[in-house]
């Protein structure tokens, strides 16, 4: 008979980090249960009571999807719970199960026909108004359970709880997210950028990618990565520049970095009229592009025809760039091919997306490029 291998005991010290990691964010999630009827709900919803946040309102279920959910409250099917958050003016934003209630909503006012239902085929092409008054009145009279979200929970987790939790089928992008929770004037700068055409040529990606808020992820990172980078701080490996703050959580990261961001822009524009913060930020990326033009024939893409932008390549290439510019400006006018480097088996393999925001690999891709090019 085999003999199992004796396990080692894990180390006590990340035992220990993980406990206080998870107690930490046990204390920041407080809630309450309580359940209301779909009639309570809609009206409350039509009254602004209860409202969609940004991020979540393109988000809509195909006409299919909302008569199958329909078809499952007719069949007495256990309807999944609904989060809601409670602002500071007593409104309640629906973190999940905004496709729910906006398709009962929509039944009810009868803007909803009934199709492709299998189970209970009879209803189909009808409307609310088409049923009998006693199962309309069953219908809106339906409990659903609610869960609300203590005022006190910050809008990280919440947002964060939105994309682990969401149970509609279609999920916002974290830079969707991003955009409709933290609007300011940093923000209204990624976006302005995103949509530069300087950018939009640089990184030839899908309408599909662009739509989902691709080129505003990329350009949020880009700048958290940079700002927070410590050229003088001492890395695990020895090697010189850290990212302190960052500890592989990125969706987090780049909230707080965004919400930091949004704030100290704003206290700028309030003193001085304008953030002169925000206009150095605008035109060092908009150098960082000339220069990437210039150094790198393909871009941030592989090829000449490339469709697509690696977030890795990117991060590396851009901020990389960003790094060595800011030790050398002089760097611009010579503008190395930076080439040989791209096809590198070592580029090749720092770039791979396996622990992509691992810190580690994530400091050595940047200092990668950025190493290279100040050599040069």
């Known amino acids: 008979m085999a003999t199992k291998t004796k396990r080692k005991p894990a180390d006590p010290a990340k035992v220990e980090a993980a406990e206080r990691q998870i107690s930490d964010y046990a204390r920041t999630v407080k809630f309450t249960v309580t359940e209301y009827s779909f009639e309570h709900i809609v009206q409350r919803l039509k009254g602004e009571r209860y409202y969609v946040p940004g991020y979540q309102r393109k988000l809509t279920w195909s006409l299919e999807k909302q008569s199958k959910f329909i078809e499952s409250v007719f069949m007495g099917l256990p309807i999944p719970f609904v989060f809601f958050w409670q602002d500071q003016d007593g409104r309640m934003e629906i973190v999940d199960g905004s496709q729910r209630i906006r398709t009962i909503r929509d039944f009810i006012d009868d803007k909803l026909v009934l199709k492709g239902l299998e189970t209970i085929p009879a209803a189909n092409e009808l409307r609310y108004s088409d049923l009998p008054p006693s199962r309309q009145l069953k219908f809106v009279e339906t409990p ?83 700002e927070s980078f410590d050229p003088k701080a001492i890395a695990a490996d020895g090697d010189g520049g850290d990212i302190p703050d960052y500890r592989e959580e990125p969706r987090r990261f780049y909230f707080t970095f965004l919400k930091a961001m949004n704030e100290r822009a704003s206290d700028e524009v309030a003193k001085e009229g304008e953030s002169a913060t925000l206009k150095a930020m605008s035109v060092e990326f908009k150098r960082v592009l000339a220069f990437v033009e210039k150094i790198s024939p393909y871009g941030f893409t592989k090829t000449t025809t490339g469709s697509q932008v690696p977030r890795v390549r990117f991060e590396s290439i851009s901020v990389g760039s960003a790094l060595a510019l800011r030790a050398d400006p002089g760097l611009f006018n010579r503008a190395p091919d930076i080439t040989p480097l791209l096809n590198s088996e070592e580029y090749k393999k720092a770039t791979t997306s396996d622990a992509a925001n691992v810190r580690s690999k994530l400091l050595k891709r940047i200092k990668m490029v950025r190493d290279w090019l100040e050599t040069r």
């Open 144 to 226: 659903i359970r609610v869960i609300i979200l203590d005022n006190a929970t910050d809008a990280m987790t919440r947002t964060e709880m939105f994309a682990r939790i969401n149970t509609g089928g279609t999920t916002a992008t974290d830079a969707e997210v991003r955009r409709g929770s933290l609007p300011g004037p940093f923000m209204s700068m990624v976006i302005d950028l995103a949509e530069s055409p300087e950018f939009v040529k640089l990184t030839p990606i899908s309408t599909e990618l662009a739509d989902k808020r691709e080129r505003e992820e990329l350009v949020t990172r880009f700048f958290a990565y940079l």
